[in-house]
């Protein structure tokens, strides 16, 4: 089996999915991204679908669990690069991914999770937890 | 046959290699990753190995053929996260990557890139190309 790296860009996590996924890899995968969210205290984890094209209800529903996991970790994920075809396929197959924030690419994941820290720093002068 | 993604990150250029790589494939990177560099006006290339705890004569020629495609497109590629194993089975292949610039993690990889570039623009007085 092989493991999904998990790779550290400053305060964010990077990890990009490649192949299908299989049931123990999902797990490793949690397992790995907590592990470095606890290790390197990030604040924000992107997860770059940009590679699929398909994305079942076993991957969209691993999504939203990772997603969850990262939460009460006090970080944040994003979802980006996913292509029109799987968007379609998730709000067909009635995974909208609640608590999922989605980017249309990698830098502008990436600048969407600056700009929620700097809310939820409160650098504009208030609390902002709408994630 | 799945398509490597190649993410763009500022100036610099991402690729995560998680599964042995087979020519076609290999040829669509090459393909992907110049257009990429063309397109972006990237300055840099960063080729993610950690996943890989073997590399055969293949992958070894393969990673020395894009960073000469990329030297020619005026960038600079530097490979990261190579595992021990990896690099003592490159070496042992008689593969010590010629022209390659390796890193330790993604993050030593960015720096790396980073400083190359400063130095190349001559902002410390004089013009460094070693690569």
């Known amino acids: 089996m092989e493991r999904i790296p998990v790779l550290k860009i400053g305060d964010y996590l990077l990890v990009t ?3 299908d996924i299989q049931d123990r890899q999902a797990l ?7 592990r470095a969210v606890n290790r390197y205290k990030s604040k924000g984890v992107l997860i770059d679908i940009s590679a699929l094209d398909m994305v079942d209800s076993f991957m969209g529903r691993m999504l939203g669990t990772i997603a969850s996991i990262i939460r009460v970790m006090d970080a944040e994920t994003v979802v980006v690069g996913m292509q029109p075809a799987v968007a379609i396929t998730l709000v067909e197959l009635g995974l909208s991914l609640p608590g999922v924030s989605t980017a249309l690419t990698l830098e502008k ?8 820290l700097h809310m939820l ?11």
């Open 17 to 19: 999915i490649q192949v």
């Open 28 to 34: 490793a995968l949690q397992d790995d991204l907590s």
């Open 109 to 116: 994941g990436m600048e969407l999770l600056r700009s929620r």
């Open 121 to 131: 720093r409160g650098e504009d002068g208030f609390d902002n937890e709408d994630a």
